[in-house]
């Protein structure tokens, strides 16, 4: 996993790709916290516009997921999606970035479902 690529796509919406992940996370053991969700704090800016989609058919979401595993810093997880599909990033790049117990954790909660 690197942190310019995906690791994980899945056609899904980003809300519904976020529970699916944070349900097979949870399961392991790990918690899921949402950090940040872009639909949320473009609210209240109404003059944003999509690159994407335009103003009114808009339906890109962009979400930041720290992951927590016991004793263990947090990872960060970017979700973004867009036309039903979402793609899952470790924003810091991994091992070296993300502890190696709790990256280890996450690939094997997540392995079946890998992109790489």
């Not at 699916?20 to 899921?32: A, E």
């Not at 009114?56 to 997880?77: E, F, K, R």
Request: aromatic content about 6%; some cysteine; glycine content about 10%.
């Amino acid at each position: 996993m690197n942190a310019k690529s995906p690791f994980l796509v899945l056609k899904k919406d980003c809300g519904e790709a976020i529970h699916w992940i944070s349900g097979h996370l949870n399961r392991s053991g790990l918690q899921v916290l949402q950090t940040f969700d872009l639909q949320a704090a473009r609210a209240a800016h109404g003059s944003c516009s999509c690159p994407h989609h335009g103003d009114d058919q808009c339906d890109c979401q962009m979400a930041v997921l720290l992951v927590y595993g016991n004793g263990h810093p947090p990872a960060s997880l970017v979700a973004h999606g867009r036309d039903g599909q979402t793609w899952f990033v470790l924003a810091d790049s991994y091992p070296q970035g993300v502890d190696t117990a709790l990256g280890d954790a996450i690939q094997k909660a997540l392995a079946p479902h890998f992109l790489l």
